[in-house]
């Protein structure tokens, strides 16, 4: 069959095809014809509920060796020091602070994770601290600043003091969100700073008392 009568019969089929569906409107209340329902409709198993579909009756089943869940890249970061410089050198965010929805995913980080030791504002004052738990240092102070966002992102991966690690309940593109946020924090905390020295009013100059102040003759 030469390429000319596949073209033209593949053109009469769109033709009718067109035709069909102008000319014969769809019934509206009729429901579409299912090719594979059982796809549609597929049986629905719970996390931890028996399942006769595996070998091991199990929903849950173990990943593949060697492979990599989703949003859980390997660091390969221990809690020591050299590990914390060595992030801080390496790790760089991929986030940038110009996308809202970052910030925004990283102020629902900071308020469900962050917020009950440190505070809505990060200075150390969380709930939990009224109940006897030691405060943590202010996300506000100059050494929280001088930390790089890699340093920031090794706290929260692997701990630091008192704080545990958060990489089990917090993915490593949050874990970056809320970094964004806690920067955004501390920068609206300087820009405060620098309003309030500027409005406070300047103390005036004490003259010394010479001759002419006592009272004495010039």
């Known amino acids: 069959m030469s390429r000319g009568t596949v073209n033209t019969i593949l053109l009469i089929a769109l033709a009718g095809t067109i035709g069909l569906n102008w000319f014969g409107p769809p019934d509206l209340g009729r429901r579409n014809f299912e090719y594979f329902p059982n796809m549609t409709r597929s049986a629905r198993y719970n996390g931890f509920a028996p399942n006769p579909n595996?070998?091991?009756g199990k929903t849950l089943q173990q990943p593949v060796p060697?492979?990599?869940p989703r949003g859980f890249h390997p660091l390969h970061l221990v809690a020591t020091k050299e590990d914390a410089i060595r992030a801080g050198e390496v790790l760089l965010n991929p986030m940038s602070d110009a996308d809202a929805q970052a910030v925004n995913r990283g102020r629902s980080v900071f308020t469900n994770f962050c917020q009950p030791c440190h505070g809505s504002s990060g200075r150390g004052d969380g709930p939990v601290t009224l109940r006897g738990f030691p405060a943590p240092p202010s996300l506000l102070a100059e050494r929280a600043r001088d930390l790089r966002d890699g340093?920031?992102?090794h706290i929260l991966?692997?701990?630091?003091?008192?704080?545990p690690s958060y990489a089990a309940q917090v993915s490593q593109a949050d874990r970056w969100k809320v970094i964004l946020y806690l920067r955004m924090l501390q920068k609206e905390s300087g820009q405060a700073q620098l309003q309030a020295s500027s409005r406070q009013p300047a103390q005036p100059r004490r003259r010394g008392l010479g001759r002419g102040a006592s009272g004495g003759r010039p």
């Open 66 to 68: 060697g492979t990599i």
């Open 54 to 56: 595996f070998p091991e």
């Open 151 to 153: 340093q920031l992102f």
């Open 157 to 163: 991966s692997v701990g630091q003091g008192n704080m």
